[in-house]
């Protein structure tokens, strides 16, 4: 039991932040490009959904943040060296693509519009219009709701149908082709929950202990039952803990 637990806290855990979002990366993930105006980015997720719904189409898109920086150091960085980048970059863009309504600290659009007044900010998690069609979002035991809402499936497909609406208001010309790239990204999805599903079936896994916050949204998704959370880093844990955790398994 303890080598169930050691690969369920593992790949899973790999499985949910990578997985989720592959299959709509594909190669556009490879570079990002750095010379595009009309849409701005800060995370992963609004990258690959802004990419892959304006595949076919003029419309670029620029992530503006160093790649390997993590989603909690973005604040920071755009407050501080990336601060006239991000002006620059405002000036001619049209979109700012943001997860305001689930990640208040989302800083891609307060200070591209440093630049650009007329700068419109598209909420992939929340949409502005009089259904106010959202995410399902959580809120974790901080009280805090979670960044993460994309790893579960259901609200990636949300997201991706929120974007792509307010993409085609944007570009009307292009909506044909933004549609079309819509039916692709849920079938993607789709098959990406089929996949993750069998994976959780043929390893008979329908609890798990979660040791990263950031699962919550996938194990909420996956509909799996959580048997306890260890949030620690593992270079953190105590013989306590790990007595614990054997307990468990």
Do not use: C, H
Not at 39 to 63: H, M, Q
Not at 66 to 76: E, F, M, Q, S
């Amino acid at each position: 039991m303890t080598s169930l637990m050691n690969r369920i806290s593992s790949s899973l855990k790999a499985t949910a932040q990578v997985s989720a979002v592959s299959m709509l990366l594909g190669a556009s993930m490879v570079s990002f490009n750095v010379n595009a105006e009309d849409i701005l980015t800060s995370t992963p997720v609004t990258y690959a959904l802004a990419t892959e719904l304006t595949k076919g189409t003029d419309i670029t898109t620029e992530y503006l943040p160093p790649k390997r920086y993590g989603i909690d150091r973005l604040p920071n960085w755009f407050g501080t060296k990336g601060e006239s980048k991000v002006l620059k970059s405002g000036e001619k863009a049209t979109v700012a693509l943001t997860l305001s309504s689930i990640w208040q600290a989302d800083p891609t659009f307060v200070y591209a519009r440093q630049g650009n007044i007329r700068l419109v900010e598209v909420d992939a998690a929340q949409a502005i219009t009089p259904r106010a069609q959202g995410v399902a979002a959580l809120t974790l035991s901080s009280g805090d709701v979670s960044k993460f809402a994309w790893l579960n499936p259901t609200n990636l497909t949300r997201m991706a149908a929120i974007v792509a609406d307010d993409f085609k208001l944007l570009w009307p010309a292009q909506a044909e082709t933004i549609d079309s790239n819509l039916q692709r990204v849920m079938l993607d999805v789709r098959e990406l929950i089929n996949k993750q599903q069998a994976v959780l079936l043929d390893n008979d896994v329908d609890s798990v202990l979660l040791l990263s916050e950031s699962l919550e949204d996938f194990a909420s998704g996956s509909q799996l039952f959580v048997e306890a959370r260890m949030f620690k880093a593992e270079l953190e844990w105590t013989e306590q803990d790990k007595a614990k955790l054997k307990a468990m398994f």
